[in-house]
T-cell receptor, first 111, second 116 residues
Framework: GDSVTQMEGPVTLSEEAFLTINCTYTATGYPSLFWYVQYPGEGLQLLLKATKADDKGSNKGFEATYRKETTSFHLEKGSVQVSDSAVYFCALSGRNTPLVFGKGTRLSVIA | EAQVTQNPRYLITVTGKKLTVTCSQNMNHEYMSWYRQDPGLGLRQIYYSMNVEVTDKGDVPEGYKVSRKEKRNFPLILESPSPNQTSLYFC???????????????FGDGTRLSIL
């Protein structure tokens, strides 16, 4: 079945550092890909999405590019802030199949 | 304001005492879903519903029931809760009924259940 693998955390970075959180997927066909973010004490929020190969999703300085050839959707940000501390989930959704999540990566940014 | 509302936010109860967690959305979404979140396991889907009166099992349905009598509501029922159901639960909804592939899900703020 469809699955998502993302890098294990926790990830700890200093403010203004570059962030990459790796995500790879296994799916039949051409799924849509998502990054969700969960701030402490809150539910998940959509951060960005891409619905076809080579699409780049972006939001709040975060970017991820749908790479069909490597089945990847890595999340990047050039300069993280303390307020970016959260848990990040990669997810996919195939045709007529519910959303499948990775296990989440906890990011801590220190000043 | 578009939102998914879960109640209660926190509940401590005892083994075997039936409980219901309510979920309501005001976006006229067709698709609704319940997840549980556990450390090291991420989010796992319990049940989902493509539309009114249509429900299906997710990955971990054992010990749970759901119903979808109205479009806006999707309650999660634990008939006889056990300690292994202690977890953080999330309800979510999205627009699509049959095709969910490109629509994001909107999540509630979560319900933390402790079963003693």
């Amino acid at each position: 079945g469809d699955s998502v693998t993302q890098m294990e955390g926790p990830v700890t970075l200093s403010e203004e550092a570059f962030l990459t959180i790796n995500c790879t997927y296994t799916a039949t066909g051409y799924p849509s890909l998502f990054w969700y973010v969960q701030y402490p004490g809150e539910g998940l929020q959509l951060l960005l999405k891409a619905t076809k190969a080579d699409d780049k999703g972006s939001n709040k300085g975060f970017e991820a590019t749908y790479r069909k050839e490597t089945t990847s959707f890595h999340l990047e940000k050039g300069s993280v802030q303390v307020s970016d501390s959260a848990v990040y989930f990669c997810a996919l959704s195939g045709r007529n199949t519910p959303l499948v999540f990775g296990k989440g990566t906890r990011l801590s940014v220190i000043a | 304001e578009a939102q998914v509302t879960q109640n209660p936010r926190y509940l401590i109860t005892v083994t075997g005492k039936k409980l219901t967690v309510t979920c309501s959305q005001n976006m006229n979404h067709e698709y609704m879903s319940w997840y549980r979140q556990d450390p090291g396991l991420g989010l796992r889907q319990i049940y989902y519903s493509m539309n009114v009166e249509v429900t299906d099992k997710g990955d971990v349905p054992e010990g749970y029931k759901v119903s979808r009598k109205e479009k806006r509501n999707f309650p999660l029922i634990l008939e006889s809760p056990s300690p292994n159901q202690t977890s953080l639960y999330f309800c979510a909804s999205s627009l699509n009924g049959g095709r969910v592939s490109n629509q994001p899900q909107h999540f509630g703020d979560g319900t933390r259940l402790s079963i003693l």
